[in-house]
């Protein structure tokens, strides 16, 4: 399975912008780009996710490399609430996009300055 | 509303017994997921289960046994073989789209944190 990188720990003020990026360089011409976030004692939330396109909804942005090597999620204007760990996951159309499990790194925590 | 329920919230037992860990879902997902999450580390596959009666091991099945009776169950129980079971455990479900460039999202139940004392 191809593998993603991301930084351990991300500090942001809020209400501004944050970047958080992914790398994967190995990944597969059909492998799903997922984001999930996981806040303090509770379970994964889906956030966004991309194939080859930017992609665009109200929580996030996720910026695809042209290479799809790497991505970014945005998050446009953090808030304290947006303080978790944020995992960048990636599936391939063989295992129907994560419908045999999906493959959890340690994710990155955002800490939110107020 | 629909979603998915884990319960007990906190559970705790004495080592060597056998324990069950619920998982109920109404959003009529045909898959189910357990997963393991130890402090400060990301979530690991257990179990899942992609249609009734039927379901296949994780990374991490070993201590652990499944059933899948009802589309809205997925019990998870947690032997005495399981050797170092204190932690987070996490249930999720999906829809199984059929073809290629299907996606599932997965929703996440609260977890259940269990501790062995």
């Known amino acids: 399975d191809a593998k993603t990188t991301q930084p351990n720990s991300m500090e942001s003020n809020e209400e501004e912008p944050v970047h958080l990026p992914c790398n994967h360089s190995?990944?597969?011409?059909?492998?799903?780009i997922h984001w999930y976030r996981q806040l303090p004692s509770q379970g994964p939330e889906y956030v966004i996710h991309g194939l080859t396109s930017n992609v665009n909804n109200r929580m996030a942005s996720l910026a695809i490399a042209e290479d799809r090597k790497s991505s970014t999620l945005i998050l446009h204007r953090a808030t304290l609430r947006d303080a978790a760990v944020y995992y960048c996951?990636?599936?391939?159309?063989?295992?129907?996009?994560?419908?045999?499990?999906?493959?959890f790194g340690k994710g990155t925590h955002l800490i939110i300055q107020p | 509303d629909g979603g998915i329920t884990q319960s007990p919230k906190y559970l705790f037992r004495k080592e060597g017994q056998n324990v069950t860990l619920s998982c109920e879902q109404n959003l009529n997902h045909d898959a189910m997921y357990w997963y393991r999450q130890d402090p400060g580390q990301g979530l690991r596959l257990i179990y899942y289960?992609?249609?009734?009666?039927?379901?296949q091991k994780g990374d991490i099945a070993e201590g652990y046994s499944v059933s899948r009776e009802k589309k809205e169950s997925f019990p998870l129980t947690v032997t005495s073989a399981q050797k170092n079971p204190t932690a987070f455990y996490l249930c999720?479900?999906?829809?199984?789209?059929?073809?290629?460039?299907?996606?599932?999202?997965?929703?996440f139940g609260p977890g259940t944190r269990l501790t062995v004392l």
């Open positions: 289960s992609q249609i009734v009666n039927d379901f």
């Open positions: 996951i990636l599936t391939g159309t063989d295992s129907g996009g994560g419908a045999d499990g999906l493959t």
């Open positions: 190995t990944i597969s011409g059909t492998d799903y």
């Open positions: 999720a479900s999906s829809i199984v789209l059929a073809g290629s460039s299907s996606y599932n999202e997965q929703f």
